[in-house]
């Protein structure tokens, strides 16, 4: 069972930044991070992370949204910047074993966090 802690959510101002960070309690095969919006239950796909590196970015969040990741520490970190009242919401991180992380994000992970608010105000 890998556990799995979110940071850094909290009140931003429209065009403002925010960095997200999660740390995993065991070494992973991958990582990403989703977002949940109010009044919706589907959370939305924001970014992935490989253990090699390699990265995924929601193509609406291309520009804006870069992820990166800590192998040593098991610590992935989401960075946005301009942020815009659209991405209020409960951002969650994910994990799994390096087996499992090629499959679609829909089924790709294992571990999940207990989610961060990030809230974007005018």
């Known amino acids: 069972q890998v556990r799995l802690e979110e940071s850094g959510g909290g009140s931003v101002q429209t065009g403002g930044s925010l960095e997200l960070s999660c740390r995993a309690s065991?070494?992973?095969?991958?990582m990403g991070w989703f977002r949940q919006r109010p009044g919706q239950e589907q959370r939305e796909d924001v970014a992935?992370?490989?253990?090699?590196?390699?990265?995924e970015i929601e193509a609406s969040m291309q520009g804006r949204v870069t992820i990166s990741l800590d192998s040593a520490k098991k610590i992935t970190s989401l960075q946005s910047n301009n942020v815009e009242p659209e991405d209020t919401g409960m951002y969650f991180c994910?994990?799994?074993?390096?087996?499992?992380?090629?499959?679609?994000?829909?089924?790709?992970?294992?571990?999940w966090g207990q989610g961060t608010q990030v809230t974007v105000s005018t």
């Open positions: 992935h992370i490989y253990e090699d590196g390699q990265r």
């Open positions: 065991s070494s992973v095969g991958c």
């Open positions: 994910a994990a799994s074993v390096s087996l499992k992380c090629y499959l679609p994000t829909v089924s790709r992970y294992t571990w």
